[in-house]
């Protein structure tokens, strides 16, 4: 199986990849490891269960990861890139899109610069 890193490397991308799970951010500072992942200007995504999003049709657990646009005063703006749901743009508080990470056991997927994303682990 080829990582996603040995294959930005191998196309010669200068990016990187970095899967953050909410189990490893202390003392429950996901919104701290955010604001800090798009102050440096990464990429981020949230994984979550797409069954405890607010509004969802579906009762089934489902992983989904959607792109985070911003992040504002307790407020998040996401973008389904996949093309996958409908409306592919949700609006949402932060504690429900928290609430859907944590049921997913996932956390913040981030792309960028190798160096920004050493940063956001060192909160």
Not at 53 to 70: A, I, Y
Not at 71 to 86: N, Q, T
């Amino acid at each position: 199986m080829v990582s996603i890193n040995r294959l930005l490397s191998e196309i010669g991308a200068p990016i990187a990849f970095r899967h953050l799970p909410f189990r490893k951010i202390p003392f429950s500072m996901y919104d701290d490891a955010l604001e800090r992942a798009l102050g440096l200007g990464l990429v981020v995504g949230a994984g979550v269960d797409y069954a405890k999003m607010p509004n969802s049709q579906t009762r089934v657990r489902s992983q989904h990861v959607f792109r985070v646009v911003t992040f504002k005063s307790g407020s998040v703006h996401l973008f389904d890139d996949s093309g996958e749901c409908s409306p592919p743009e949700l609006n949402l508080g932060f504690e429900d899109l928290t609430k859907a990470i944590i049921a997913a056991g996932d956390g913040w997927w981030l792309i960028g610069e190798p160096a920004s994303l050493e940063q956001v682990g060192g909160l």
